[in-house]
């Protein structure tokens, strides 16, 4: 029971990492292809190469991304080497992006993370924003790469940082399902692993009894025989 206890919680803590990271990447991967559609929308050759070059048009691509989507904090950009470039609002602390994440960014691919407990005072001056939690919050932050049609060079970087609660959320949902489900798997494995158990028991019981009424059948046929072999030799004596 313990090994399949720890099996099933073992296999329950993996989807729960898997799940997780699905539910953070989605925003990220939903928030790239409208970057792209919004991209090929406002023009393409030199007029979007020249778009996409200047720091002030992409912050304002990145805002135009993050007004679909609700409770967006604040909007970083970062060149293609990781950089600060700029951010909105102006209250948003300057720092340059983890070296860690930049290869998947420069591979064309969005990078998101689940910050349970953030402590705004580390993105926000706080004090000049009387309408920001003092307290930890959860925090979603999306970066979204940028480049242009056609090309698979990076040209800018996107950092969203969106009120976190929304994930939270669903993130309790889904360890709501999968306790349910380890608890049902753990339950069903265990009454098949009963069932198992009791039948194999039974046989061996069934199996000792029998071994049990062999032995007494010998026994008494033994016994039996030095019965007669003593008679036999008494009648010998007496003759």
């Known amino acids: 029971m313990v090994v399949l206890a720890i099996t099933v919680a073992g296999g329950t803590l993996h989807l729960r990492?898997?799940?997780?990271?699905?539910?953070?990447?989605?925003?990220?991967?939903?928030?790239?292809?409208?970057?792209?559609?919004?991209?090929?929308?406002?023009?393409?050759?030199?007029?979007?190469?020249?778009?996409?070059?200047?720091?002030?048009?992409?912050?304002?691509?990145?805002?135009?991304i993050s007004q679909i989507k609700e409770g967006v904090l604040g909007v970083r950009l970062f060149d293609?080497?990781?950089?600060?470039e700029t951010?909105?609002?102006?209250?948003?602390?300057?720092?340059?992006?983890?070296?860690?994440?930049?290869?998947?960014l420069q591979a064309l691919q969005p990078v998101s993370r689940f910050h349970e407990r953030a402590w705004l005072g580390d993105y926000f001056l706080l004090d000049a924003e009387p309408n920001l939690?003092?307290?930890?919050?959860?925090?979603?932050?999306?970066?979204?790469p940028l480049h242009m049609r056609g090309n698979s060079n990076l040209v800018a970087a996107a950092q969203l940082l969106l009120d976190g609660h929304a994930t939270a959320r669903e993130y309790a949902r889904v360890d709501q399902?999968?306790?349910?489900l380890g608890s049902g798997l753990y339950?069903?494995?265990?009454?098949?692993?009963?069932?198992v158990l009791l039948w194999a028991y039974r046989r061996l019981r069934k199996a000792h009894a029998l071994v049990e009424e062999r032995t007494a059948r010998l026994l008494r046929a033994n016994h039996e025989l030095a019965l007669a072999a003593k008679t036999?030799?008494?009648?010998?004596?007496?003759a």
């Open 187 to 195: 339950l069903g494995g265990a009454l098949l692993l009963s069932g």
């Open 80 to 84: 293609r080497d990781g950089h600060f």
């Open 133 to 144: 939690p003092a307290s930890r919050t959860p925090l979603l932050e999306v970066n979204i």
């Open 177 to 180: 399902h999968l306790w349910l």
């Open 17 to 64: 990492v898997h799940l997780r990271e699905h539910l953070a990447q989605r925003d990220g991967e939903i928030l790239a292809t409208v970057a792209l559609a919004r991209q090929y929308a406002n023009g393409s050759g030199a007029t979007l190469t020249q778009r996409l070059g200047n720091p002030a048009d992409q912050l304002a691509l990145a805002l135009e």
């Open 232 to 238: 036999s030799a008494l009648g010998s004596v007496t």
């Open 87 to 104: 951010a909105f609002p102006p209250t948003l602390l300057a720092s340059n992006f983890p070296v860690k994440d930049l290869p998947a």
